[in-house]
């Protein structure tokens, strides 16, 4: 019989990974599970709670995971016990994808000199701690190399109005992105960011005057559109594959272009 990993065109076949942050058909991690399997990537899927369940369990089953988890990254050990599964599940990982955030409505839209100590606290331990902690759970297990992809915004780096704290915390977890590249890039695991232009999803509806935002992106962006959640799978599967295995550390934009310009 011919193994399947030896298939030009399925350039992700045999490797089995973790993907994390799938809320509904229209999330960014749902296009990006899609991209990985069509590549012949084998998939664990995690929901966060039980109410979510009922509506990420049909789209587990549709990409064929091999596991549903619930993951709560506010819960100790939950995040443990995830890959702990993953492992008994899989032997290995080759890749992660973590597109999770949270930030309390207030901080997001308020000054960030108001921004409590709890809600700054909770923002950066759910939106960029859990992604070092991932790696740290993951790591034993990557014993072959392999690729942790977390999702960032263009408010890491410019102010953007109504992103708040956000853009604080995901200008850490870029920064984050790079050290932990440094860190895990002897054992062969390569670490990227991927910073998509505004797609409205569950998580974008939070921003305030968001269709504002889709809109001036539009406008300014080269390609004169914004970006699909197709296209961020696609470039995410892309970061998985043997075709980037001379890449690491980086942030990539997929955003039309928008962010080269003022």
Same mark, same amino acid.
């Given at each position: 019989?011919?193994?399947?990993?030896?298939?030009?065109? !399925?350039?992700?076949?045999?490797?089995?990974?973790?993907?994390?942050?799938?809320?509904?058909?229209?999330?960014?991690?749902?296009?990006?599970a899609q991209a990985i399997v069509a590549l012949?990537?084998?998939?664990?899927?995690?929901?966060?709670?039980?109410?979510?369940?009922?509506?990420?369990?049909?789209?587990?089953?549709?990409?064929?995971?091999?596991?549903?988890?619930?993951?709560?990254?506010?819960?100790?050990?939950?995040?443990?016990?995830?890959?702990?599964?993953?492992?008994?599940?899989?032997?290995?990982?080759?890749?992660?994808?973590?597109?999770?955030?949270?930030?309390?409505?207030?901080?997001?839209?308020?000054?960030?000199?108001?921004?409590?100590?709890?809600?700054?606290?909770?923002?950066?331990?759910?939106?960029?701690?859990?992604?070092?902690?991932?790696?740290?759970?993951?790591?034993?297990?990557?014993?072959? @190399?392999?690729? !942790?992809?977390?999702?960032?915004?263009?408010?890491?780096?410019?102010?953007?109005?109504?992103?708040?704290?956000?853009?604080?915390?995901? %200008?850490?977890?870029?920064?984050?992105?790079?050290?932990?590249?440094?860190?895990?890039?002897?054992?062969?695991?390569?670490?990227?960011?991927?910073?998509?232009?505004?797609?409205?999803?569950?998580?974008?509806?939070?921003?305030?005057?968001?269709?504002?935002?889709?809109?001036a992106d539009a406008q300014k962006a080269p390609?004169?559109?914004?970006?699909?959640?197709?296209?961020? @799978?696609?470039?995410?599967?892309?970061?998985?594959?043997?075709?980037?295995?001379?890449?690491?550390?980086?942030?990539?934009?997929?955003? %039309?272009?928008?962010?080269?310009?003022?």
């Amino acid at each position: 019989m011919t193994c399947q990993a030896s298939s030009p065109a !399925l350039p992700l076949a045999g490797k089995k990974g973790l993907i994390t942050g799938v809320a509904n058909d229209k999330s960014i991690a749902y296009a990006v599970a899609q991209a990985i399997v069509a590549l012949g990537g084998e998939v664990a899927i995690t929901y966060q709670n039980d109410k979510t369940a009922r509506y990420t369990q049909p789209l587990a089953d549709a990409l064929g995971a091999k596991l549903f988890l619930k993951l709560d990254v506010a819960e100790p050990g939950s995040l443990e016990n995830v890959v702990a599964e993953c492992g008994k599940a899989f032997g290995q990982i080759d890749f992660a994808i973590h597109s999770m955030a949270f930030c309390n409505a207030d901080d997001l839209h308020g000054r960030v000199i108001d921004a409590t100590e709890q809600g700054f606290d909770s923002a950066m331990n759910i939106s960029c701690h859990s992604f070092l902690r991932m790696a740290k759970a993951l790591e034993p297990l990557m014993t072959n @190399g392999g690729a !942790l992809i977390t999702m960032s915004y263009l408010g890491a780096e410019r102010v953007v109005r109504n992103y708040g704290v956000m853009g604080i915390i995901k %200008a850490a977890l870029e920064s984050a992105v790079r050290y932990m590249a440094h860190d895990l890039g002897p054992k062969g695991i390569r670490v990227f960011a991927v910073s998509p232009g505004p797609i409205m999803t569950r998580a974008a509806s939070g921003i305030a005057n968001f269709n504002n935002l889709l809109e001036a992106d539009a406008q300014k962006a080269p390609l004169g559109r914004t970006v699909t959640i197709e296209e961020v @799978g696609a470039l995410t599967a892309f970061l998985c594959s043997p075709g980037s295995s001379g890449m690491t550390g980086q942030t990539i934009f997929v955003d %039309a272009g928008a962010h080269i310009v003022a």
